[in-house]
């Protein structure tokens, strides 16, 4: 099965930075399309960030211009470096595949707080 660990949230103020990581299991990172997903407060699951095999980045429009996906594929990790971090910001983030399906099996997430 599958195993995704995400990292780096906590707590910051408005405007701060955070880097989250994402170690992934078996080739996972380097063979799929990855994203990663926040699921606020109340709201449901969201896809912010996606990239593809080749490098090739896609933002939603809320952290376009504020975050950055990368990927390690030696290290089978996938990283969201987060800037000028929002209140709004606020949530559960989650890494997986972001094909056309939505996953089934998820990790354990990492929580980041912006405080305003």
């Known amino acids: 099965q599958v195993q995704l660990v995400e990292s780096g949230g906590g707590l910051v103020q408005a405007g701060g930075s955070l880097k989250l990581s994402c170690a992934a299991s078996?080739?996972?990172?380097?063979?799929?399309?990855m994203g990663w997903y926040r699921q606020a407060p109340g709201k449901q699951r969201e896809l912010v960030a996606t990239?593809?095999?080749?490098?090739?980045?896609t933002y939603a429009n809320s952290v376009r211009g504020r975050f950055s996906i990368s990927r390690d594929n030696a290290k089978n990790t996938l990283y969201l470096q987060m800037n000028s971090l929002k209140a709004e910001d606020t949530g559960v983030y989650y890494c997986?595949?972001?094909?056309?399906?939505?996953?089934?099996?998820w990790g354990q997430g990492t929580q980041v707080t912006v405080s305003s």
């Open positions: 078996g080739s996972i990172v380097s063979l799929n399309i």
């Open positions: 997986n595949t972001a094909g056309s399906n939505w996953p089934d099996y």
């Open positions: 990239i593809s095999t080749r490098g090739v980045t």
